[in-house]
């Protein structure tokens, strides 16, 4: 780190620590004063033992978390690290005062070290914070810095702490299990809110678009609906949060974030974070790809040298000499050949200056033998073929089209 860093990371331990040294017990402290806190709890966890070694990896995350800071290499990873940090640790004690929960382990007596550890621990935690967990929700964070900044050979040893941390959480009886995934999307919520390189992605415009705006019901309805479930029936009932959470976040990207939701680069590769948020959606949208064009041609020529077709996989890239990607929630496969995206959203009319970006990318490629323009479904009405045309004529006439809402 520079030395023209040092007070802006000194500015931003001080505020993430000073947000956390508040706001955390003041969420333990109003929790105490409620006369119940529920328990969330599953039968199996009687089982987790209690290894008082353990508390050791867990407070390993206090050292990381003070060196992440003096670690960063510019200004623009500094503020995106905390940034992250800041926004975990704000939407966590929003939950524990929102939501409080408890734990209900009782911990053995300890001696030696590491009861001294928990001591010290005992001292300010109190057994309320639970879910979604901090303390994993920082870890995630705090590998994404790490695995840029480690050599190669070291990501795996630090991998495998980090994942010792995860489990310390239940070992030492600080946690329960719905903890932990709870903390794990707060994590990767942050990842994806505050890229390393870029300000954030919640650019919020809503359209005028009542298509959109209908999909985007349909969208939260399901989101609701899942939500509902999970919190009536509970148990195992509650992994329906990770898809709720997926389908509102797929609401929001109809209703105003639009497909730059989904995190897809340049290239075609959607970020390990989106992946795992979106997970459930993500994986219905490649099925229903499927489902949809399993009758017809992979893919079909449209003009000379340019075939329209459904979401290659590696063997139909093996065919092209690159493909302009017009798909939103797929991410490219392994292999394939040289790729440009121009995320669109699904089900509804493109605007036209991504028209204009696929069109331009094709006339980019069209040197290559073969070029391909991979479409959603809703190619089958006709959208992206007359798009695909390398003519500036007909690709004007196209945007001006889709500006009026013809397909």
């Given amino acids: 780190?520079?030395?023209?860093?040092?007070?802006?990371?000194?500015?931003?331990?001080?505020?993430?620590?000073?947000?956390?040294?508040?706001?955390?017990?003041?969420?333990?402290?109003?929790?105490?004063?409620?006369?119940?806190?529920?328990?969330?709890?599953?039968?199996?966890?009687?089982?987790?033992?209690?290894?008082?070694?353990?508390?050791?990896?867990?407070?390993?995350?206090?050292?990381?978390?003070?060196l992440s800071f003096f670690l960063c290499r510019d200004r623009v990873e500094l503020a995106s690290h905390g940034r992250r940090i800041l926004t975990a640790e704000i939407v966590a004690v929003a939950c524990f005062i929102a939501f409080p929960l408890q734990i209900s382990s009782v911990k053995p007596a300890t001696d030696g070290v590491f009861g001294f550890m928990f001591e010290v621990l005992v001292g300010f935690d109190k057994p309320f914070n639970q879910a979604p967990s901090l303390h994993v929700a920082l870890t995630v964070i705090l590998f994404d810095l790490y695995a840029r900044l480690l050599p190669r050979w070291a990501l795996p040893v630090f991998a495998g702490w980090s994942l010792l941390v995860v489990v310390s959480t239940l070992t030492t009886f600080q946690h329960h299990f719905i903890d932990l995934p709870t903390g794990l999307l707060l994590g990767l919520l942050c990842l994806w809110l505050w890229p390393v390189r870029g300000s954030h992605r919640g650019t919020w415009h809503v359209p005028q678009d009542q298509r959109r705006r209908a999909l985007a019901a349909r969208y939260l309805a399901g989101a609701a609906a899942l939500a509902g479930v999970a919190g009536l029936t509970?148990?195992?009932?509650?992994?329906?949060?990770?898809?709720?959470?997926?389908?509102?976040?797929?609401?929001?990207?109809?209703?105003?974030?639009?497909?730059?939701?989904?995190?897809?680069s340049d290239d075609g590769r959607i970020e390990p974070a989106t992946r795992v948020l979106l997970a459930p959606y993500l994986a219905a949208a490649w099925i229903n790809s499927r489902l949809w064009t399993h009758n017809e041609a992979r893919s079909v020529p449209i003009a000379d040298d340019v075939l329209l077709g459904r979401f290659p996989s590696a063997a139909d890239c093996a065919r092209v000499a690159s493909v302009v990607d017009l798909t939103a929630e797929l991410s490219r496969p392994r292999g394939a050949a040289r790729w440009t995206a121009v995320p669109m959203l699904d089900l509804v009319a493109p605007d036209c200056a991504a028209l204009r970006r696929a069109c331009d990318a094709i006339e980019a490629w069209f040197v290559a033998p073969w070029a391909m323009a991979a479409a959603p479904r809703q190619s089958r009405c006709g959208w992206y073929g007359p798009a695909a045309w390398p003519t500036s004529t007909l690709r004007c006439a196209i945007c001006g089209r889709s500006a009026r809402g013809s397909h």
């Fill in 234 to 264: 509970g148990g195992t009932g509650l992994w329906l949060i990770w898809p709720a959470l997926a389908l509102g976040s797929v609401a929001l990207a109809y209703l105003a974030l639009g497909p730059g939701l989904f995190a897809k």
């Fill in 1 to 66: 780190m520079s030395e023209r860093l040092w007070p802006r990371a000194i500015g931003w331990l001080a505020g993430c620590g000073a947000v956390f040294y508040v706001g955390y017990p003041f969420a333990n402290w109003l929790a105490s004063l409620r006369a119940h806190v529920p328990v969330v709890m599953f039968d199996w966890e009687r089982s987790i033992p209690f290894l008082a070694w353990t508390i050791v990896p867990y407070w390993t995350t206090n050292l990381f978390y003070a």
